[in-house]
């Protein structure tokens, strides 16, 4: 069974741009969830969706935005981007259908952004 | 609100030496706790997780965490280091979403 893949692996964009990340998670799973990594910040989450409707935000301005498909691929777009923003954003999936999270997540490798 | 306190941001053992990472929580209501592994360049790798079931946990990798209520901790444990462990390790809890603490760093002397 293929994990959890993320595309693309490194990305420098310049800042004021904006970018769009890309998850694909288990098959089966339906609940795609974004974090963000930075060695000031730790591990913070973004948003969870399932079944292609946002189901949990965390505290992050509205430059960030998600969404997900019919086929439970999931996307996030960071729009204007800030030197602050450079970070390995991860993608977690898994398999459980209740918002509890009782279930194992599982995670892609990342993508490595760099804003310059 | 739930939330994860991983006390040292570094530990350093030598090979064969017991490992020990503190993970002290605080949640509300009956927790979900997990501790995963980040290696360089990398994603995170689940090495056990608590859901109710039993107070002690075994992993993989050798790994073991015991959930005790009234001093609210997850602490992580392995008998022998090797030196395949070197690595980042993050305890989190859980409810609706995971929350991750600071991560402690591992490294293994020779």
């Known amino acids: 069974k293929a994990g959890v893949t993320q595309t693309p692996r490194y990305l420098i964009k310049t800042r004021g741009q904006q970018v769009t990340l890309s998850c694909s998670p288990i098959?089966?799973?339906?609940?795609v969830s974004w974090y963000q990594q930075t060695p000031g910040q730790g591990l913070q989450f973004l948003f969870e969706?399932?079944?292609?409707?946002?189901?949990n935000k965390g505290n992050f301005p509205g430059r960030f935005s998600g969404r997900q498909f019919s086929n439970s691929r999931s996307e996030m777009n960071v729009s204007t981007l800030e030197l602050g923003d450079s970070a390995l954003y991860l993608c977690?999936?898994?398999?459980?259908?209740?918002?509890?999270?009782?279930?194992?997540?599982?995670f892609g490798q990342g993508t490595r952004l760099t804003v310059v | 609100a739930q939330s994860v306190t991983q006390l040292g941001s570094h530990v350093s053992v030598s090979e064969g030496a017991l490992v020990l990472l503190r993970c002290n929580y605080s949640?509300?209501?009956?927790?979900?706790l997990f501790w995963y592994v980040q290696y360089p360049n990398q994603g995170l790798q689940l090495l056990l997780k608590?859901?109710?079931?039993?107070?002690l946990v075994k992993g993989i990798n050798g790994f073991e965490a015991e959930f005790k209520k009234s001093e609210t901790s997850f602490h992580l444990t392995k008998p022998s280091a090797h030196m395949s462990d070197a690595a980042e390790y993050f305890c989190?809890?859980?409810?609706?979403?995971?929350?991750f603490g600071q991560g402690t760093r591992l490294t293994i002397n020779p």
């Open positions: 098959s089966g799973h339906r609940s």
């Open positions: 989190a809890v859980s409810v609706q979403k995971l929350v």
């Open positions: 969706y399932f079944s292609e409707t946002q189901r």
């Open positions: 977690a999936s898994r398999p459980g259908t209740g918002g509890v999270w009782d279930t194992e997540a599982f």
């Open positions: 949640s509300s209501v009956p927790p979900y």
């Open positions: 608590y859901t109710s079931a039993a107070t």
